[in-house]
Every structure is written in C-alpha cells, then in structure tokens.
C-alpha cells in the first residue's frame, strides 16, 4: 500500500495553490527547484511526479513533466500526477455504504494500488493523512455501474468524498489534490472539531474544484 506523504511534503503542499490557476502565489516559488534535476521553477503553479516506492510527491519542472508524459518513462517508478477533476454528480454513497467503510470522518479520498489492485482510504486529520484498507465488497459496491470510477487510473488519481455538514460531493482528482487538502486541513485544525476557519478553507477548495473541473 502508498504510504502516506511525509510531513514535510505536507507543509510543502500546504504552501501551494489549490488547483491550477489559483491565484495565490508564494514568496518562496523563485527558490524552488525541480526534485529530479534541479531546474527552478517559474513559480507555484508546477506539476507533480508520484514516486511508486514510497517517497510521496516530487515538483517537476516542465522539461521533467514532458519527458515523464508516458506511462513507460518513469522506469516503473515515478508516475506524472494528472490533471483531470471531474465531478459525479450521480454518484452517491448511502450512509448504510459509508458506515460498512468504517471511516470515522465525512471527509475522505480512495485510491487503487497498480501493483496489487488493493483499495486504501486516506482521511484528513490533525496529524496528517490516516489511511484504512478497504474491503473490496466495499469497493465493489462503491465502483457498481459507474464506469468513471471503473476507469480511474491506479496510484494517482482518486475518488474524493465531501459528506460534511450539507456537503455531498465525489469527484475523481489527481492525487496531490487529496494531500494539499489534508494539508489544508493539519494546518489550520484548532480544538477538537477542527474550528470555523478550517471549515471554510475546505468549502474554499472544493469551489476551487468546481471552478477547474
């Protein structure tokens, strides 16, 4: 199973914009540099390799993105994120489905392991992304007639779930989505239930989504 990005890759994310075209910026972009050659980068807005054995997410330059813009190109190691945001506005989790997955949260994302065909959901927390097996029943009866999630690519895409609060949202999003959204959501948790302001900042980026879908 992928382990989860580690901490610093987290913060790492929190600082970026959400999906392309956000216009914040950080003070920082100049100084960053692509993880496999060195290249700066022009600024926020870069795309991400997936590192298959366990090293989370790598900032590509755009040389980097083209050269890895083929399954084959990354020697069975990295794989280019995509860019891809759809929402499935006909699919729907009922509560008695959520409740077989046993997450304990209304937030979460599933992604399917290439080499073992295994699903795992990822869930937002204070502490990072905590992540639980899924049964494949489960998984069957999530994926049952819907195509879109029959056909989502292994290790970086995901199925994104938002049934907090009124919310009832699913959408198939490149992975570094998931984790600049729990990103998101460590740095700005205050007390036990999070706070108004991590609420709003979690509204803020699935509107975000909608606006790049």
């Not at 075209?21 to 991400?48: K, N, S």
């Not at 590192?51 to 980097?64: E, K, N, T």
């Not at 509560?95 to 997450?103: H, R």
């Not at 990822?122 to 029959?150: C, F």
């Amino acid at each position: 199973m992928p382990a989860p990005f580690p901490a610093p890759t987290l913060a790492r994310l929190a600082r970026q914009p959400g999906p392309p075209g956000a216009t914040a910026r950080r003070t920082a972009a100049a100084q960053e540099r692509c993880d496999l050659c060195a290249e700066p980068l022009p600024g926020a807005e870069h795309r991400h390799l997936l590192d298959l054995r366990g090293g989370g997410p790598a900032c590509a330059c755009r040389a980097c993105t083209v050269l890895f813009d083929r399954e084959a190109a990354g020697g069975g190691r990295y794989r280019l994120l995509p860019e891809r945001r759809l929402r499935l506005d006909h699919c729907t989790i009922d509560d008695l489905l959520w409740a077989s997955l046993g997450i304990p949260v209304d937030l979460a994302f599933f992604l399917r392991e290439g080499e073992t065909g295994e699903v795992s959901a990822g869930y937002p927390s204070p502490l990072g992304v905590m992540r639980a097996a899924v049964h494949p029943e489960s998984w069957q009866a999530i994926t049952a007639g819907r195509p879109d999630l029959t056909g989502m690519a292994d290790d970086v895409e995901a199925l994104l779930v938002n049934r907090a609060g009124t919310a009832h949202e699913h959408w198939i999003v490149p992975l570094d989505d998931c984790y600049r959204l729990a990103a998101l959501v460590r740095t700005h948790w205050k007390g036990l239930s999070g706070g108004a302001e991590v609420r709003e900042r979690v509204g803020a980026f699935f509107t975000g989504l909608t606006g790049h879908s």
